[in-house]
């Protein structure tokens, strides 16, 4: 069986040799003569036996990267891609994962998408959203401001706005001022202009895994040097993060503590607070996604990094657009002073400012209490789905399928024994209509896994018991008839 350092490269060719290379090991890939995740030599040892420079490699090494056929891991070499998981594509939709059907290499019938069952999708199904409320605060803005309301605002964001906002945020016992808010245009521009602020290439940034798949590709755009650091079901792994300190010197380390994106967990207060001190130990910055701190079923804690922040380390992003309306695009996040001029110049070059109409609309909402009534109402719409929800999974789940139930939040994160791919369970679910998320999209790498994400969002509460009864027979099916062992790495082993 061929192997890379047994490629022929032709110096008489008129094509550059990097490109020899590339071409060459992509068929070895292609062809599965080298199989997923297998180390590639490194780039001195392959320069000198293919008699070539470290750059022809390097140039080699970064095209087949570039074009998805390898990934870089921090500190240990350059792996093969699964490449069988770039027909699970992943199309990010401002703060939501959902599948892209369209571009599914999957026999399905993409006009009748009303009959699957999705439990893939995060975002809020559009008869949650307040439409009469907001209708009647976007009048009386309309009323009042005539056409100021449609001028610029300043890029840190309407004064009344986030005024309004920082009393708000005394519910979850974070204390700060109007001076220190920003106003965005969702999480997702949160992260990017964080990312333009701070990164610089080649920049090493921390990153839980698994993790948002949004916050990942605004990672690799700045062409930032990714370090992941498991999650475990009481939050991120100290040990390995601490390890990992004294070797690498983070910008960031990006983190979702409540009820973290896809998996569900929570941090707990001990770590929260020893992820503060390492923060001021090796100075570098936490941005902390509050993902869906507001859906928390049962304790009500809403304790957050932030609050607990007297170190002025932990950069906070809070979205009203996941439980409100999406496409409204409404954020803001709190800046540490260090870092404040930085980030208003990368937001005024995003976008200058966000909607004026909209900040001024959801300062009346917030002023009005509408928000918090409208929390209180899909709090008790998805406490209901949360319960249906689980007890389906006690009731039908195969008893090999493994899984911690969240205490809120949208998603719940399930394993298949060892060995299994969720990239495949994925496929035959969607055939059956069913929809599920892949682990692999929320892996860093996109690498196939065993595990895979449900969530509670974009499903009604009558369509559960059923779904996951379906799901059940779908999985048992699987796991009799497909081949254990198709994929080759064991992830995220303390998960459970």
Same mark, same amino acid.
């Given at each position: ?33 080298? %199989? ?43 792996? *093969? ?7 699970? %594509? ?51 803005? =309309? ?111 990006? *983190? ?12 707990? +207060? ?44 932990? *950069? ?61 109402? +899909? ?50 679910? =969607? ?66």
């Amino acid at each position: 069986m061929k192997t890379v350092e047994e490629i022929k490269l032709d110096k008489n060719k008129s094509q550059y040799l990097y490109l020899q290379l590339y071409e060459e090991v992509k068929k070895l890939i292609e062809s599965n003569i080298i %199989e997923p995740h297998v180390k590639l030599p490194t780039i001195r040892y392959l320069a000198s036996k293919l008699g070539v420079n470290n750059v022809t490699v390097v140039n080699a090494y970064n095209l087949l990267e570039a074009e998805g056929y390898i990934y870089k891991k921090m500190g240990s070499g350059s792996y *093969v891609q699964d490449i069988r998981s770039k027909e699970v %594509e992943r199309l990010i939709l401002d703060e939501e994962t959902n599948m892209n059907f369209a571009n599914l290499d999957i026999d399905i019938d993409i006009n009748n998408k009303e009959k699957i069952v999705n439990f893939a999708s995060t975002a809020p199904m559009p008869d949650l959203f307040p439409v009469d409320d907001f209708k009647l605060v976007l009048n009386q803005v =309309l009323d009042r401001d005539k056409g100021r309301a449609f001028t610029y605002q300043e890029s840190q964001g309407y004064f009344n706005l986030r005024n309004a906002i920082s009393n708000y945020l005394s519910d979850f016992n974070i204390k700060t001022n109007e001076g220190n808010i920003h106003i965005i245009s969702g999480a997702q521009q949160g992260i990017d202009i964080l990312s333009k602020a701070l990164i610089n290439y080649g920049d090493i940034v921390f990153t839980e895994n698994p993790t948002y798949t949004g916050a990942i590709a605004v990672f690799k755009s700045r062409s930032a040097r990714i370090v992941e650091i498991p999650i475990n079901k009481d939050g991120i792994d100290l040990i390995d993060l601490e390890y990992k300190l004294k070797s690498f010197k983070p910008k960031f380390i990006y *983190v979702m503590p409540n009820f973290q994106n896809p998996t569900g967990y929570s941090y707990s +207060v001990a770590k929260k607070k020893k992820l503060i001190e390492l923060a001021t130990k090796y100075n570098f910055y936490i941005i902390e996604d509050d993902y869906l701190s507001d859906l928390d079923f049962f304790t009500q804690s809403k304790n957050t990094l932030k609050s607990l922040d007297t170190s002025d380390k932990v *950069v906070y992003i809070k979205s009203f657009s996941k439980i409100f309306m999406p496409g409204l695009r409404l954020a803001f996040m709190i800046i540490p002073k260090s870092i404040y001029n930085e980030v208003l110049s990368a937001k005024h070059i995003s976008d200058i400012s966000t909607s004026g109409l909209i900040q001024r609309a959801f300062h009346l909402y917030l002023e009005k209490g509408i928000w918090q009534k409208h929390i209180r109402n +899909v709090n008790t719409i998805y406490t209901e789905r949360y319960k249906t929800i689980v007890k389906s999974v006690r009731k039908h789940m195969p008893k090999e399928v493994k899984y911690i139930l969240p205490q809120g939040g949208l998603s719940f994160w399930f394993s298949l024994p060892s060995g299994y791919s969720a990239n495949e369970l994925y496929r035959l679910c =969607l055939k059956n209509d069913i929809s599920i998320a892949p682990g692999s999209l929320f892996d860093i790498w996109q690498r196939d896994t065993h595990f895979f994400r449900l969530s509670i969002a974009s499903i009604h509460n009558d369509e559960i018991d059923y779904g996951i009864a379906k799901l059940a027979h779908i999985i048992n099916y699987f796991l009799k008839n497909f081949q254990k062992d198709r994929i080759s790495i064991d992830l995220y082993n303390n998960l459970f």
